[in-house]
């Protein structure tokens, strides 16, 4: 049996702590946050929050915190009301193992990436010229996961999910927030609609993932040549 999967699926983002309204472009950021930083750039899928007197060039070690995850609101109630009766409905130790495979495969990445950035090291421990990146994966949405099926069940997406990737940037020193960001995609679209299998879900996340790392990576090359 072969089902398609209409919706787009897995895309993470770098969010703001803004209302998720904004996040997804569907409002105007207010040019100052919450707690006092400054929009210093944005566009329709990403935006990025600064405090005025940060320095970023003062940095040279980064130290990386562990990935959160969580799904959206009602993810597995909204899943399962799309199934046909017959079809393998989620179960919630299903998300718990979707969400440790995002946050390992996250982990795994990200520390991999940073650990080439030029000008910089990673740390575990604060100190000095040490900026802390805390990131949490959420309002993620599978849209194919590969569950276990007892039939010959195969599902067709062009897309592998979406989500949003929050990232905040301290000084490890003080605590003081300096930064927030987001950046908004969808996994790689093929232009048609192809198998979900484990094995394409585990490539496309990590091939997104590893797209944010890079951007990341250049981004503190470039504020470190300032």
């Known amino acids: 049996m072969a089902l398609i999967n209409r919706k787009h699926s897995l895309t993470i983002l770098l969010s703001l702590a803004l209302p998720f309204s904004a996040i997804a ?39 990386l915190l ?9 993810y597995k109630q909204d899943f399962n009301r799309s199934k046909s009766m017959g079809t393998t409905r989620i179960r919630d ?46 309002n993620l949405d599978a849209h194919a996961p590969d569950l276990r099926t007892a039939g010959n069940i195969r599902t067709y997406v062009e897309t592998a999910g979406e989500g949003t990737l929050y990232l905040e940037f301290f000084d490890s020193v003080s605590g003081e927030i300096l930064a927030r960001a987001v950046d908004a995609r969808e996994t790689r679209d093929t232009g048609f609609y192809s198998w979900a299998t484990i094995v394409s879900n585990k490539a496309d996340t990590r091939a997104l993932v590893r797209s944010w790392a890079k951007k990341l990576s250049k981004k503190l090359v470039e504020v470190g040549q300032k």
């Open 25 to 63: 472009g569907k409002a105007q950021p207010p040019s100052v946050s919450f707690d006092g930083m400054e929009l210093v750039n944005h566009s329709r899928s990403s935006h990025v929050y600064r405090k005025a007197d940060a320095n970023f060039s003062s940095y040279n070690k980064i130290m």
């Open 93 to 138: 130790k299903d998300i718990e193992k979707m969400k440790k495979t995002v946050a390992e495969t996250f982990d795994a990445v990200f520390t991999e990436e940073l650990a080439k950035v030029e000008g910089y090291s990673l740390v575990t421990e604060a100190g000095e010229g040490v900026v802390i990146v805390k990131p949490a994966l959420i």
């Open 66 to 74: 562990p990935s959160t995850t969580a799904f959206k609101k009602d």
